[in-house]
């Protein structure tokens, strides 16, 4: 059956929340105000406190129902007219302070749009951020920036992107690949973590549209389209980074498709499309690890790989 928003007992709320204060499960003392982190971790905690939990009372549908309407979050629409700047402009305003303000666990839903950015996005957390699909949603830096997209290092992060373009726009800088750091114009900088791209396109006409960096560090890339528009690869991966490609395509206009440098560095394309139009399709380095497969043709698979 399904539960309404009005079936929801708010009154309960309360109730719910003291006790789970009382137990020292909930540290600030104020309940006039319910937060919606508090309610989210009652509901998500409710089969593990017990029969005398008031959660208990609840039936399983409307404790998700509370849990999920919670970790929600959509990017508003700036009502804050800010002169000077254009709409793509403050959208990627809105873009970036509706991220910070998210937290572990929760979804963030872009709608569609154009969002210009005058600093990088950074993602330290636990999150998905949803676009309605990659036509619609568009990300790409407004000035030259090292990173549209920066996922900063911290081994325990998932984060999941998906119905999206994020177009970097080049810059003058050059990258220095001596060092385990981002430097130059990406599109994508995966420095930590776990993370999945899902239908995205990843454009980039300054360096790599994705570079994975670091050990403890992996990229999974389902049915995404990376595109370079320079001499720079497409996709790098190294100092032991691992990324998993299905149903992909990674080209670069100048330079190669894939490039895999150092130790314990590793690639598996599955059923993907690599191609580097200046150099080589596929670059491996000394002691990096490369498997290229490909599972019977469908009607939504790359005609090579």
């Not at 109730?15 to 105000?33: D, G, Q």
């Not at 939990?53 to 700036?78: A, M, Y």
């Not at 394309?269 to 191609?275: A, E, F, G, I, K």
């Amino acid at each position: 059956m399904l539960v309404e928003p009005e079936q929801v007992d708010c009154g309960q709320v309360d109730k719910i929340v003291k006790w789970f204060r009382a137990r020292k499960l909930l540290f600030k003392k104020s309940v006039s105000k319910v937060e919606d982190m508090f309610l989210a971790f009652c509901m998500a905690s409710a089969p593990r406190a017990g029969q005398d939990s008031p959660c208990s009372g609840l039936q399983p549908e409307i404790r998700k129902l509370i849990f999920e309407h919670v970790t929600v979050f959509h990017v508003p629409k700036s009502s804050d007219p800010l002169p000077g700047f254009s709409d793509s402009e403050r959208a990627g305003f809105e873009l970036r302070s509706a991220l910070k303000n998210a937290w572990d666990g929760s979804t963030l839903l872009v709608p569609p749009g154009t969002y210009a950015l005058f600093g990088p996005v950074q993602c330290d957390k636990n999150i998905t951020i949803e676009g309605r699909n990659p036509q619609e949603t568009i990300i790409y830096n407004a000035i030259p920036l090292r990173f549209c997209i920066h996922i900063q290092p911290r081994s325990e992060s998932n984060i999941r992107i998906s119905g999206i373009t994020i177009n970097h726009r080049g810059t003058e800088d050059k990258p220095d690949y001596s060092e385990s750091t981002i430097s130059g114009g990406v599109s994508v900088a995966v420095l930590g973590g776990s993370v999945v791209l899902h239908n995205c396109e990843i454009l980039s006409d300054g360096f790599e549209s994705v570079r994975v960096d670091g050990g403890r560090t992996s990229l999974e890339l389902i049915d995404c389209n990376l595109r370079t528009s320079s001499e720079f690869c497409s996709l790098s991966v190294r100092h032991g980074g691992v990324v998993r490609a299905r149903s992909s395509s990674v080209s670069s206009l100048h330079g190669s498709g894939v490039e895999i440098m150092g130790p314990s560095s590793q690639a598996e394309l599955t059923d993907c499309h690599v191609r580097g139009c200046g150099q080589r399709g596929l670059v491996a380095g000394a002691g990096a690890s490369v498997v290229v497969q490909r599972y019977p043709p469908s009607s939504h698979s790359p005609q090579s790989a």
